[in-house]
């Protein structure tokens, strides 16, 4: 076998020999999430717990969430530290405030 001339190359040879020595089974890759993919995780929570409320109002939430997330690096804060993780317990936090102030 030779030597690949680019890095890339050489990325994917490895990737393949250690698929093809049963070391690992499959290369999934992990790419941080954004703020744009972290709305989009909270709208979908939404529509799982079927929240029912003006469109205004929804978005008015998802930016509340958002707001409340934590992001790296700094000081751009593109990518959310936990992913969609903490999405569920951010709109029931923020739900919970929201009851409490009527």
Known sequence: MTLPERREDLSEVWR????????????VPFLSLEKIHVQ??????????????????TEALVTKVVDKMTYFPEPIKRFSRTGCKDVREKIYQELEIDLMEQ
């Open 16 to 27: 393949r020999q250690l698929v093809s020595s049963a070391l690992i089974s499959a290369h």
């Open 40 to 57: 989009q995780c909270i709208r979908e929570v939404l529509h799982e717990t079927r929240y029912s409320t003006s469109e205004r109002e």
